[in-house]
């Protein structure tokens, strides 16, 4: 499975994103792969840079009424609802399992209140085995009129200000690409405190059942996944690799090591696979050995000096 | 898994079986699945899940080797890519995936109730029965004659069958339902896959009638896992043992599933 070509040195695959040291860039997105042991049948997890785990809140999400799902073109809309155990059950039961594996268990979290992330987020710093948080910042706001986080800078700033005098994990935003100027709430995450980010969560977007002129979702509105949004996702992380310093996660339709590479040419440190662990479970290990064929062929010794190397 | 196609033929207007070289490891239980890539490439965008209808076997030269064949019907643009795939082309699967019927315990009689294409699960199990004293009924219904694929494996495997056809044409006219009214006796156990309105119906009669019934679901997915969340289905109220919290009241067709205790499903917002 693993190539090996004895003529040319491996390529050093290490990355340090946000203190968190990976040994690839090739992670799970969070809501893709579970809490990691659904895909134990299909891969070695040993070999993954990283795990982002399913979104945790405080106390267990029942989810959204069914239709959740529905398939568009080159991706699918999803509205699951952020349905999950809460951290308790995550702690007791889930993380166990994921404490076996060599490699970086970083938790995704959110909150319906500043206080709540907070909450959580002390929680999750005082247990074993989490390399880091991943901060879901499109999730509305009770206090402001369920108007999401993430859609502005001062609410992105004093989520993420709050949440980083809780705890001294490193602290990755997720940022949501349903704004006018993406670079303005990174700065405010960065402002914040936040240690790396992450971009970008699902497309806001719909689909209608002609035949009966309903939604094809119970919720109406969805989150647009897959390879469909790749496109966005490329040019949003270049343009914030270009207005801040922290280090970034690239995440958005990624299918291929190709995909992956272009994130990495235009300022992502690393990247997460998505919609794709859907269609094929072991996507993760090809993205990685193809990234690594990539290294190999094009001579390049460390992953670092391709991170952010677009010729403009 | 990438495996080979022995064969995809239409047995029916609409109806294809399709035969996969493809040895499985574990015991298959009926109502267990497959998830099939349709395309290589990204359209259609999801896999799409199918029934495991039966095991076969084949020689090629010496060797005896292990298959599967599924049993689907055309309906939209991936089952219409599938009917088009030929002998000796490769194909991507997962499987096999979900939990299968388990309620009938060999005393008194199995009912199995199947809807046109919700025939699927029942191969293996009427299979598995049909040398045993167990007592075991297919109702079997669909529009016409030819909305009844592969009731000519269950004459050959001898399964007592009642049929009804909407338009008459075979067995009795009207829906399945009305079979079961006929057939159902307190010692029943009753089976059902088919559309969701049959199933309805089926679960309705069995409660009233005060005997088990087991049904199998079929939802959009897109994992097939338990990861995606995407096939949530709504059941009665459950606790948790650990924390005496409540919890989520929804199943996943894909993990939980797509085999179900009717009485755990909330029929209304099915």
Redesign the interface.
Known sequence: MHKVNNNISQPDLTVNVAGIKLKNPVMTAS????YGE??EP?LDLNRLGGIIVKGISME????N????????????L?S?GL?NV?V??FV??KLPFLRKYDTAVIVNFFGDSIEEYCEVANILGAVDGIAGLEMNISCPNKQEGWLEFGTRPDLTFKVTNAVRKKTDLPLIVKLSPNVTDISTIAKAAEDGGADGLSLINTITGMAVNIENRRPMLANIIGGLS??AIKPVALRMVWQVAGKVSLPLIGVGGI?TAEDAIEFIIAGASAIQIG?A?????SVSIKVLSGVEDYLIKNRVKRIDSLIGSLET | MLVEILYNEEILLHYYKMGLLWSLPSTIEAGQFLMF?VSDG??????RPFGIYRTISIERGSKKLGGVEILYKVVGKGTGLMAGLRQGHKV?V?GPLGVGFSGFDGDGKLIMVAGGVGIVPFYLLAEGLANKDSRVQLLFGGRCKDDLPGLLDFENLGTEIKISTDNGELGVRGAVTELLKKEVSDDSTVYACGPKGMLKEVARIARERGVPCFVSLD?????G??????????VNGRK?R??A??????KMVCKDGPVFDAEEIVWK?L
């Open positions: 809501g893709t792969f579970g659904e895909y299909y267990p999400r029942e989810g009424s069914p239709p959740r799902i529905v398939e568009t073109a080159a991706g699918m999803n699951i349905q809460g308790e059950v007791d039961q897959g390879p299918m919609t662990n859907f269609l094929d479970p | 890539r990204i359209d259609p965008f999801l896999r991507d997962l939802k959009i997915m897109a994992c896992m338990g990861a995606c969340l995407g096939c949530a289905v709504k948790s650990y924390t919290q409540n919890l989520s009241p929804y917002e």
